[in-house]
């Protein structure tokens, strides 16, 4: 319950990615509320528009919205606002409107295409959003040092590089305060603005 005087602190993260990377299932794995998702089935109708990959049936054709609270004191409450970036590249052109005011991102990448990350690096290099680059667990993905990964994702030192299995809760709830930390961190060295839509 909220306390006469609880500080309640509300931040905006943004999950991005190629597609089927997982973002969809990220955030499902930790909101406390139902989340959102604006799931299309791929269709034949859509072959060569959509992409398939490992079977995947649907796709995010808007975003994903979910909520956690991360500090959860009487006297402190940090809520945090998820949304989901579309992966395919054709809703591409909606990604100023979801990200619009957010704070930092979760960047997730799968091993097997790194090269698909980097849209949304860019996107929140040129915006000036500080970021997290997680990288899911899929089967098959190989091992791969987490300099290797700094390397082929061409992110600087200062950017975390963590793994993360979008399915599971408290891994994500981790990859969570990291980035928020990260941004935190970052915001006050450099006073960066949200991004405008
Ligand atoms: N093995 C494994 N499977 C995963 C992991 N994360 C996601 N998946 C699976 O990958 C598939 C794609 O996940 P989605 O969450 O729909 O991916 P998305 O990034 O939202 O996809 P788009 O919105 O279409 O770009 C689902 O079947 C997930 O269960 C993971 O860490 N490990
Ligand atoms: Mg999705």
């Given at each position: ?123 929140f290099d ?47 709830r981790d ?23």
């Open positions: 319950m909220i306390q006469p005087f609880t500080r309640y602190r509300a931040a905006k993260i943004t999950v991005a990615g190629g597609f089927g990377v997982g973002k969809t299932t990220f955030i499902a794995a930790v909101s406390e509320v139902p989340p959102l998702r604006t799931e299309a089935p791929v269709t034949e109708a859509s072959a060569g528009l959509d992409e398939t990959r490992d079977g995947k049936g649907t796709t995010t054709v808007a975003m994903d919205f979910g909520r956690i609270t991360i500090d959860d004191r009487a006297d402190d409450r940090l809520v945090l606002y998820l949304f989901g970036m579309p992966g395919q590249h054709r809703f591409w052109f909606m990604w100023n409107s979801v990200a619009a005011g957010t704070i930092a991102a979760v960047v997730l990448a799968d091993t097997r295409r790194l090269a698909d990350a980097y849209p949304a690096i860019d996107f040129q915006h000036r959003v500080p970021y997290a680059v997680a990288v899911n667990a899929f089967p098959h993905a190989g091992p791969v040092t987490e300099q290797e990964l700094r390397e082929a994702l061409n992110v600087p030192a200062e950017v975390p590089v963590l793994r993360c299995d979008a399915r599971d809760r408290a891994q994500v990859a969570l305060v990291r980035v928020v930390q990260h941004a935190i961190h970052v915001h006050r060295a450099t006073r960066s603005s949200p991004v405008s839509a």
